[in-house]
T-cell receptor, first 114, second 116 residues
């Protein structure tokens, strides 16, 4: 395992449908983060896990969004009743909690809601 | 709250020239880390360089160096001898190290284009 994996890479869905994304972090990393990035903007924090515990959620994360990290391994991000405004790149990152090396990011899942 | 400001939406540089990408930050924390990431068109965020707020020397990583001016709250990225493969979005980010503060906060980015 040499990096953070995200699946799928691209997702096109109709408005109102539910979607789920998966993130597999680097195996020894205990922290996992979800970010959202819209076109022309920097990534914005959504939520963060330490092991299996979800420790912080952004106000950006409406009730339609839910994230889990069962057993402290992979994580899923689900969006219910998708809206066109949900169209964005969803980035996952993991870290050991050592600030010096920041986070290791995955390649992201690009969501398009039509 | 933390904030990163990158005032250059786009930069155009000739190959082999050096380029400086600007970053200023705002934080009330005394201890923090500053990061630069590169994002090519593939979408992945690639870590480039780190500077701790208490590091006395400016960070360097190969062709990348960070011009850290703490009093001015600036952390500019310098890329020496630019290459065509350096064309990408570049993001500056801050990670406060206070209790409970765990998330990287990013600026809006600078799109760098290297011309042959």
């Amino acid at each position: 395992d040499t990096g953070v994996s995200q699946d799928p890479r691209h997702k096109i869905t109709k408005r109102g449908q539910n979607v789920t994304f998966r993130c597999d972090p680097i195996s020894e990393h205990n922290r996992l983060y979800w970010y959202r990035q819209t076109l022309g903007q920097g990534p914005e924090f959504l939520t963060y896990f330490q092991n299996e515990a979800q420790l912080e959620k952004s106000r950006l994360l409406s009730d339609r969004f839910s994230a889990e990290r069962p057993k402290g391994s992979f994580s899923t991000l689900e969006i219910q009743r998708t809206e066109q405004g949900d169209s964005a790149m969803y980035l996952c990152a993991s870290s050991l909690g050592t600030a010096r090396y920041g986070y290791t990011f995955g390649s992201g899942t690009r969501l398009t809601v039509v | 709250a933390q904030k990163i400001t990158q005032t250059q939406p786009g930069m155009f540089v000739q190959e082999k020239e050096a380029v400086t990408l600007d970053c200023t930050y705002d934080t009330s924390d005394q201890s923090y880390g500053l990061f630069w990431y590169k994002q090519p068109s593939s979408g992945e965020m690639i870590f480039l360089i780190y500077q701790g707020s208490y590091d006395e020397q400016n960070a360097t990583e190969g062709r990348y160096s960070l011009n850290f001016q703490k009093a001015r709250k600036s952390a500019n990225l310098v890329i020496s001898a630019s290459q065509l493969g350096d064309s990408a979005m570049y993001f500056c980010a801050i990670l406060p190290r206070g209790l409970g503060a765990q998330k990287l906060v990013f600026g809006q980015g600078t799109r760098l284009t290297i011309n042959p």
